[in-house]
């Protein structure tokens, strides 16, 4: 909750950063005899940010991932494969699945400079038969953050095991 707070105050203050340097175009004119008041504008202390030649990036072999048709109950499993092409190390904070069936992992140390590094993807198909698309969101300081990876697939239902029939067998008359 701390963390969508944050977002959110981030993304407001910006907000008001930029409607404080572009000046209020919604506000209806006031006519020319009456004078416009002085503008105030809160100085805002500027985020040291990295510059956009240096940044961290991604470059994925595959943002996407079809496991075709997969047997209900079978664990899905895929590793999405990138490089860091930016300047700067690449620091993934966090990944988040779209849902509790699917289990992402990846490593907590910074990716360097023109290395590489992974982010797994396993789908448990265990009582899911019938298509699936799945997001994978990874938030990191990289440029083109966040970044969203997609699994999809087919479950196929297992079989219906059908009961054994009981024979009961035929009581004596007296």
Request: charged residues 15%; contains cysteine; glycine residues 6%.
């Amino acid at each position: 909750m701390k963390k969508f707070t944050l977002t959110i105050a981030t993304i407001l203050l910006g907000a008001m950063v930029t409607f404080a340097q572009t000046g209020n175009k919604m506000a209806p004119k006031k006519p020319a005899t009456t004078p416009a008041p002085k503008a105030t504008t809160a100085t805002v202390p500027a985020t040291p940010a990295t510059p956009a030649s240096t940044q961290p990036d991604f470059l994925f072999e595959a943002e996407s991932h079809d496991f075709g048709t997969v047997p209900e109950g079978t664990q899905a499993t895929f590793e999405f494969k990138f490089t860091n092409t930016g300047k700067e190390p690449l620091i993934i904070s966090n990944v988040q699945a779209s849902c509790g069936c699917t289990t992402p992992k990846w490593s907590n140390e910074p990716i360097a400079p023109g290395k590489t590094g992974t982010i797994t993807a396993s789908y448990n198909s265990s009582g899911r038969p019938g298509p699936f698309t799945k997001s994978i969101t990874v938030t990191s300081n990289a440029k083109s953050s966040p970044k969203v990876l997609t699994i999809t697939g087919v479950v196929e239902a297992k079989p219906v095991e059908q009961p054994s029939p009981v024979v009961v067998p035929e009581q004596p008359k007296n």
